[in-house]
C-alpha cells in the first residue's frame, strides 16, 4: 500500500469516528428549557410544563379572584336549628359566601357579652358597606332569655342591629362544639374559620383581621381608621354563678387558685338549673343571701316573679351602703338604711369603688318571687 493510500484511509477513519461523536452528542444533549407562568390559585403540573407554551400563557386572573385568601382553617358549620331569626330574614353562611362573616355567640343576660358589643357596634358601622357581615347567635343561658318578646327588647335597648338567630335549642351552639359566652368566630369569604375569640378582648387584633380578609377580597380600606373604641373601658370581670354551681352548701368564685367570692344562703332557697329562689313553703318569712367581695365592684343579675317588685335590703360589713361605694340601684330610705328593688330582669348594681379586701355584701328580703342568676365582680 502506497503512503497516499494509507494516508487516506486514516483520514477515512477520522471521519467516520467524528460523525458517530457528533451523532451520540445530538442524542444526548438535554432540551432546552422553556419557562411557564403558573395559573393564578393552581399548582404548575408537569404536564402544563410540557404542553403549554411560553408564548400561550393565560392573561393574568382580574384584581378580585387573585385577592380570595387561600383557605386556611376548619369549614364553619351551618347555623342549625335556629328558632327565630331577628333583624332581617333567614340567612345560611352558603349564601354569605364572597363576605367576610363575624359569627358573634352571646346571650343578654351575660354581663361579659354586653362588654363586647361597643366594638361589634363599631366594626358594624364601619366595615358592613366593605363586606363584613356581623350575624349574632343568641344562646339562652337561662329560661327567660329564651323568650323572643325579651330579646327584641334588649336588642334595642343594647343598639344591636345586625341579623340575630335565636339559637333556644342551642342547635348552633352544639355545630360548633361551643362552651362560652361570649365566643366570636370569624369567617373568610370560603368560609373558613380565621379566628376564633372566646371571651372578652383581643379586639385589635380581631378588627386587624377583619381587616386583612375585606382587603384581600379587594376592599379599600385606607379611609377607615383602626379602633375608635376604648378598650381600657370595659373592666375585666368575674362571674359567681348560682344555680348548678352550688357546691357544699355555698358557692365559690375562684381565679388563679385563690378565692374571689363566696355566696352563702340562709333562710330556705331552691336551687334551680340556672337559678336560685327563696322557698316559700320551707317555713321561713326571710331569706337572706350573703356575698364574700373581694373586688371593688359588685353587680348582680336577678328578677321578680309577677308584676310585684321585691325589696332588698343591703349591707355592707353589717352597716347601711355608705353614698360612695352604692352601686347604681341602691338606695337610701327615710332611715339610712340601703336598699335594691327587683323588677324586670336586669343586672342591679350593688357595689362600687369598693377597695381591694374582703367585705361581706349582705342581701335581704322578706319578699317571695326574687330569683338571683349571676353575681359579678370586677375592679
Same mark, same amino acid.
Given at each position: 500500500?502506497?503512503?497516499?493510500?494509507?494516508?487516506?484511509?486514516?483520514?477515512?477513519?477520522?471521519?467516520?469516528?467524528?460523525?458517530?461523536?457528533?451523532?451520540?452528542?445530538?442524542?444526548?444533549?438535554?432540551?432546552?428549557?422553556?419557562?411557564?407562568?403558573?395559573?393564578?390559585?393552581?399548582?404548575?403540573?408537569?404536564?402544563?410544563?410540557?404542553?403549554?407554551?411560553?408564548?400561550?400563557?393565560?392573561?393574568?386572573?382580574?384584581?378580585?379572584?387573585?385577592?380570595?385568601?387561600?383557605?386556611?382553617?376548619?369549614?364553619?358549620?351551618?347555623?342549625?336549628?335556629?328558632?327565630?331569626?331577628?333583624?332581617?330574614?333567614?340567612?345560611?353562611?352558603?349564601?354569605?359566601?364572597?363576605?367576610?362573616?363575624?359569627? =358573634?355567640?352571646?346571650?343578654?343576660?351575660?354581663?361579659?357579652?354586653?362588654?363586647?358589643?361597643?366594638?361589634?357596634?363599631?366594626?358594624?358601622?364601619?366595615?358592613?358597606?366593605?363586606?363584613?357581615?356581623?350575624?349574632?347567635?343568641?344562646?339562652?343561658?337561662?329560661?327567660?332569655?329564651?323568650?323572643?318578646?325579651?330579646?327584641?327588647?334588649?336588642?334595642?335597648?343594647?343598639?344591636?342591629?345586625?341579623?340575630?338567630?335565636?339559637?333556644?335549642?342551642?342547635?348552633?351552639?352544639?355545630?360548633?362544639?361551643?362552651?362560652?359566652?361570649?365566643?366570636?368566630?370569624?369567617?373568610?369569604?370560603?368560609?373558613?374559620?380565621?379566628?376564633?375569640?372566646?371571651?372578652?378582648?383581643?379586639?385589635?387584633?380581631?378588627?386587624?383581621?377583619?381587616?386583612?380578609?375585606?382587603?384581600?377580597?379587594?376592599?379599600?380600606? =385606607?379611609?377607615?381608621?383602626?379602633?375608635?373604641?376604648?378598650?381600657?373601658?370595659?373592666?375585666?370581670?368575674?362571674?359567681?354563678?348560682?344555680?348548678?354551681?352550688?357546691?357544699?352548701?355555698?358557692?365559690?368564685?375562684?381565679?388563679?387558685?385563690?378565692?374571689?367570692?363566696?355566696?352563702?344562703?340562709?333562710?330556705?332557697?331552691?336551687? =334551680?338549673?340556672?337559678?336560685?329562689?327563696?322557698?316559700?313553703?320551707?317555713?321561713?318569712?326571710?331569706?337572706?343571701?350573703?356575698?364574700?367581695?373581694?373586688?371593688?365592684?359588685?353587680?348582680?343579675?336577678?328578677?321578680?316573679?309577677?308584676?310585684?317588685?321585691?325589696?332588698?335590703?343591703?349591707?355592707?360589713?353589717?352597716?347601711?351602703?355608705?353614698?360612695?361605694?352604692?352601686?347604681?340601684?341602691?338606695?337610701?330610705?327615710?332611715?339610712?338604711?340601703?336598699?335594691?328593688?327587683?323588677?324586670?330582669?336586669?343586672?342591679?348594681?350593688?357595689?362600687?369603688?369598693?377597695?381591694?379586701?374582703?367585705?361581706?355584701?349582705?342581701?335581704?328580703?322578706?319578699?317571695?318571687?326574687?330569683?338571683?342568676?349571676?353575681?359579678?365582680?370586677?375592679?
Amino acid at each position: 500500500m502506497t503512503d497516499r493510500t494509507r494516508w487516506l484511509s486514516l483520514a477515512g477513519s477520522v471521519a467516520a469516528i467524528a460523525a458517530i461523536i457528533a451523532i451520540i452528542f445530538i442524542v444526548v444533549q438535554p432540551p432546552q428549557s422553556v419557562s411557564v407562568a403558573p395559573v393564578a390559585d393552581e399548582p404548575t403540573t408537569p404536564e402544563a410544563a410540557t404542553t403549554v407554551p411560553q408564548a400561550a400563557a393565560p392573561a393574568p386572573p382580574t384584581p378580585q379572584a387573585a385577592a380570595t385568601p387561600a383557605p386556611s382553617g376548619p369549614l364553619a358549620p351551618e347555623f342549625a336549628r335556629v328558632t327565630q331569626w331577628l333583624n332581617g330574614p333567614a340567612l345560611s353562611l352558603a349564601d354569605l359566601r364572597g363576605r367576610v362573616v363575624l359569627i =358573634d355567640v352571646w346571650t343578654f343576660g351575660c354581663y361579659n357579652c354586653r362588654n363586647t358589643l361597643p366594638y361589634l357596634r363599631d366594626w358594624h358601622a364601619k366595615y358592613a358597606s366593605e363586606g363584613l357581615q356581623i350575624v349574632g347567635v343568641h344562646t339562652p343561658e337561662f329560661e327567660f332569655e329564651s323568650v323572643e318578646a325579651n330579646v327584641r327588647e334588649a336588642m334595642i335597648r343594647l343598639n344591636v342591629t345586625w341579623p340575630v338567630a335565636m339559637d333556644n335549642d342551642w342547635g348552633t351552639w352544639r355545630a360548633y362544639k361551643n362552651r362560652y359566652w361570649p365566643r366570636k368566630y370569624l369567617v373568610d369569604q370560603r368560609g373558613q374559620i380565621r379566628f376564633d375569640v372566646i371571651g372578652e378582648g383581643s379586639y385589635a387584633e380581631m378588627e386587624r383581621r377583619i381587616r386583612e380578609l375585606l382587603e384581600a377580597g379587594g376592599a379599600s380600606l =385606607d379611609h377607615i381608621p383602626m379602633g375608635g373604641v376604648d378598650e381600657g373601658a370595659a373592666p375585666a370581670q368575674t362571674a359567681l354563678f348560682t344555680g348548678d354551681s352550688w357546691d357544699e352548701g355555698r358557692f365559690l368564685a375562684v381565679e388563679g387558685g385563690a378565692e374571689v367570692a363566696r355566696l352563702g344562703l340562709r333562710g330556705g332557697w331552691i336551687v =334551680d338549673s340556672d337559678r336560685v329562689q327563696p322557698d316559700p313553703t320551707g317555713g321561713s318569712n326571710s331569706w337572706d343571701a350573703t356575698v364574700l367581695v373581694t373586688s371593688g365592684m359588685a353587680n348582680v343579675s336577678a328578677a321578680a316573679a309577677g308584676e310585684t317588685p321585691v325589696l332588698m335590703k343591703v349591707t355592707l360589713d353589717g352597716a347601711p351602703v355608705p353614698e360612695a361605694l352604692r352601686g347604681a340601684h341602691v338606695f337610701a330610705g327615710y332611715d339610712g338604711a340601703t336598699f335594691v328593688e327587683i323588677d324586670a330582669f336586669g343586672a342591679y348594681g350593688l357595689l362600687r369603688n369598693g377597695d381591694a379586701g374582703p367585705r361581706e355584701l349582705r342581701l335581704q328580703t322578706a319578699d317571695p318571687g326574687l330569683s338571683l342568676y349571676t353575681f359579678v365582680f370586677g375592679a
